[in-house]
Each structure stands twice: as structure tokens, then as C-alpha cells.
């Protein structure tokens, strides 16, 4: 199995034991945790594949399917092992959106040639399964949350493109991008790291709540 | 017309009144309910039609499009009509989900040629208007409520491909298959029934509320 | 470029912008910008070609996503001069609907050939950038409110079908319905005007709530 497989059947896992959690958050039996974890490990890979049009992946290779479905079953049994399920979910997701970006952004690439469709590829694929499971479990999504997160996806994929165009291999350009974003995702769950948010009339805050609007 | 186009006719059409009924109880104007009913009359077959990469069947026939902007204007003019308009959506939504989710499964079958393909489809078609109705017409998902839901549609595309296997006639299988769907989630609807959740620690409740997490 | 092009980015610019304000009113941080603007610009119209199953746009044409980028970086270093920027949205959204609404019936009968198939487009395109962006940024979305919206895209898309019909060129038919599109959204934010909702028992208010069910 090449690097970049790896890293496509890593985010595919990884995202699909965090619909189980949420499943298990949401205290749903266990076709619920079937379904959210297959929604949320193949979701974005879905979109990406029906935009690029190409076939999608786990209709022509029904292993990804069995996955999400043996990630669904063993969540159900053994979450209840671990201590803090939603901070399990949350790095998780994090491995797998550093995983899913920077193949997204590889495949975005391949198929395309075009960077900028790349990096909106890995965008899309990093964190599109995130979005989908929150708003079906109907939890507040991953996006509103103050840390970085669609931004780690972004960074993946820009450095996968810029060390591809440098002329590093494949595997080693797929390392970087990863670990870039995982160090950025991570970086922001510990020490909870953040941009500038967006502030209205920039020096002059109102005198009641300073950056609200 | 065949017995499986049908399903198909049927899956559609209800869900469409479903959708409908929704906008009712939004009170929407008649815009409103055309758009409700057309999103989840057609959105499961989209979905399905996108990801197997055959041409959209409402694009393909067009008396899709017809079917649905009719069932909304009845629903518009005889929806006080009925006495608990949200008992007639669960029920209305049961049959689509059951003749849906067959019609999703023979369709994924024949053009897949993969049982496992089919059973995620006879899911995504049986399931997917019903989730989008609720997502956009702001409703408590269908997908949080503890009866059996998604399990309805996965039996009875998983019974249908069960049916093929062993031989019987397509016109058989399809009416084992929506049978045992209807049965399913129709027995939930009256008698409660459901899977056992996820339950947190199983054995040890904590003091407090002992399934919450 | 011809009129319909111009339409067309029209409508990807300025439902950009409206994601763009979206974002500025959760105070996203400059990728959070990005990435609203970007689902909010290219989201009808990815939509309408997965549906029509030709080349996404923007997969095509990398212009598109430089513009929703543009677009987002201005609306995040301007947009506290204006007032109101929930009104801003709502206006630049009015414009959007208007010309993307005709860019999809146009696109949609340019390659179906069919007016049903183009009206659905036209809907679909014109309102769905905002439902989207509605959903992800987690604000109340447009479709609940009273005023009129998806029946302006589709009074827009069925005008601009006619003026086709009976021989008018494109550039004439499609300022016709987005002229059309815009009166009808821009008077029913100026004047309060709605379609008459959908009432229960009509004529036999109940006592306590006379129309809600």
C-alpha cells in the first residue's frame, strides 16, 4: 500500500469512528452509528469525487464501506472505554482531516492538474465530513468553533502543492502536508491558537460588547 | 408499468406530500410548498442517481417534477383536511421510506452488479428526502427520534438482495422487500419499538441520569 | 463577454459576498471568510452541473474561485463600513438570486432543451447558495422567513423561458427575467410582500391561535 493510499484509508477510518461517536453522544442504536460513521467517512471524499467526475471511490471499492461498518461496530462496543469521548472525536478528526486534506489535494491534482482546484479539493474532502455529521447529529459544528480547523486543511493541501511543485516525490510531499496540518489542528486543540476574527470598526469598539455585532 | 416503477412512482410521490405537509406546518405559501415537496420527492433519487453516475432520472422524465409540484397544490388545498397532519407524515413518510429504499437497492443492484452497493443505496435513497425535508424546513431530524428509522430502510434492501440471490423474480423480491420495510418501521410507529441505544458504561448507570452522557 | 456571462458572475460575486457577510456576522477568521464565500458563490451552480452532468464551472474555470477569494477579502477588511450588514446581505442576496436564477434556467434549457428542467435549475440555482450558507453559518434561514424568495427565482427563470419561447434573443430574455426576479424580491423586502401562507381549516380559525397548527 503506497503513503497516499494510507492517508486515504486513515481519514476514511478515522472519520467514521467520529460519526460513531457522535452517534454514541447522541445515544443512537446501532444502524444509527452504521450510518453517521459511513456519512462521515465517505462524505467528503464523495463530493469530491462526484465534482472532479470521476467514479466515486467506494462504489468501485466496496472495502471502504466494510471500513466505515467494522469502525461503527467496535465504536458501539468500546466507547464506552474511553474517558472523554467528545476529545476522542475532536483529535480523531483532526488526524483525519490532515490525512483526508492533503489526499484530496492529491487527487484534486492528478485528476485536474490545476492547484487551485487542489487546494479547494482538499479543502472540501478535509473537512466536509466533519460538517455533515454535526449537522446530522445535530450537534454545533466543528466550523463555529473558535480554534483552527478549516485552516489546517487549507495549510495541508498548500504545502502537498508547493512541495510537489519543488519536485519531491509523492510520499514525501504527502509527509509534509500531514504533518503540517496536523501540527496546526493540534496546535489549535491544546493551545487553543486561533486567527484574528472578523471585528467590526476595527479601534473603535463600542462601548457594550467590544467585538460583537 | 411494472411493479418496481411503482415503488418508484409511489417512493416520490409520498415523500412529496410529506414535504408538503412540512411547508403546512411551517405555513409556507404555495412556492414553498412546490419547492419542499420537489427537494424531497426527488433528493434521495438524485443523490443515488449522482453517485451510481447515471443521468438524473427527473431529468431523464420529466412527470417527476410534475408529480411532485401536483402533490403539492393538493396538499396546499386539502391538508386541513386531515386531523394530526404530523401523524399523517410519519406514516406517509414510512410507505416511501419501504417502496424508496427497494426501488434504491434494485437500481444500485443493476448497475453496480454489487449487493453491498445496493444495500447503501436502498439506505440513501429511503432515508435522504426524509433527512432534507427536516434540515430545511428547520424540523427535529427524523434521524434523532428513537424509533426505528434507517434500520426500516436497510431491511428491506437487504431482504430484497436476499430475495435476488436466491432466485425469485424481481416483481417478488421488490414485494418482500417493501413488506418487511413497512412492517419494520410501521410496528415502530405504533407499538414504540426500537433497538437497544448505545447506553455509557453498560452495567454500571452513573447515580444522576443513567443513559446521558 | 456576452450578457449571460455576466450574470453569471454576477451571481458568484455577490452571493460570495453575502457568505462573506455571513461569516463577518460569526466573526470567522479570514479562512472562515474564504470558505462561506466560497460555498455560497459556487454551491447552486455546482449543483446544477453535477445534476445536468456536465464539467463543474469552477473545475473548468479557476476565475470563479479567485473571484468568491476576492470577494471575501474585501467584505473582511470593508465590510464594517457599512451600516447594516444584515440588510447589505439580504439586498446583494436579492441581486444574486435575480441573476444566478436566470444563469441556471438558461444553462438548463441550453442543455436539457426542456422548460420544466430549466425552471427547476433556475430555482435551484438561485436559492440554494443561501440555504447553504443559511445552514452552515448557522443563522435562521432565508427559505422560514414570510417574505417572498424561491417563488422570485422561479418567476425569473419561468419569464426568461417565455421571452425564449416566443423568439426573443437571450440577451434580451434574460434581462427580462432578471429585471423580474429583482422587482419581485426588492418589493418583497421593501414592501413586506408575501404570498398568502397556507392557513389550516381556512374560514374556521380555532379558537385559541387562529393560524397556527
Chains 1, 2, 3 share one sequence.
Not at 487551485?116 to 466533519?130: D, K, R, W
Request: one cysteine or more.
Amino acid at each position: 500500500m503506497s503513503a497516499i493510499t494510507f492517508l486515504d484509508y486513515v481519514g476514511v477510518t478515522l472519520f467514521a469512528v467520529t460519526g460513531a461517536l457522535s452517534a454514541s453522544r447522541k445515544q443512537m442504536d446501532i444502524i444509527g452509528f452504521l450510518f453517521l460513521a459511513t456519512v462521515t467517512g465517505v462524505g467528503g471524499g464523495t463530493a469530491r469525487d462526484l465534482i472532479l467526475d470521476v467514479p466515486v471511490f467506494w462504489v468501485e471499492q466496496h472495502l471502504y464501506i466494510l471500513v466505515c461498518a467494522g469502525a461503527a461496530v467496535v465504536t458501539f462496543f468500546a466507547a464506552h472505554l474511553v474517558e472523554s469521548r467528545y476529545k476522542w472525536l475532536l483529535w480523531l478528526d483532526a488526524i483525519a482531516l490532515a490525512a483526508y486534506g492533503v489526499f484530496g489535494a492529491y487527487k484534486g491534482l492528478a485528476i485536474t492538474g490545476s492547484p487551485f482546484v487542489a487546494v479547494v479539493m482538499g479543502m472540501i474532502t478535509g473537512t466536509l465530513g466533519g460538517i455533515l455529521r454535526d449537522l446530522l447529529a445535530n450537534e454545533p459544528s466543528v466550523l463555529m468553533r473558535k480554534e483552527i480547523y478549516i485552516t489546517a486543511a487549507m495549510a495541508g493541501a498548500v504545502c502537498y502543492i508547493l512541495a510537489i511543485a519543488i519536485g519531491l516525490p509523492v510520499i514525501v510531499a504527502s509527509g509534509v502536508g500531514f504533518v503540517v496540518a496536523l501540527c496546526i489542528r493540534g496546535g489549535s486543540l491544546m493551545f487553543g491558537w486561533n486567527l484574528p476574527p472578523y471585528k467590526s470598526r476595527p479601534g473603535r469598539p463600542p462601548p457594550g460588547r467590544p467585538t460583537a455585532v
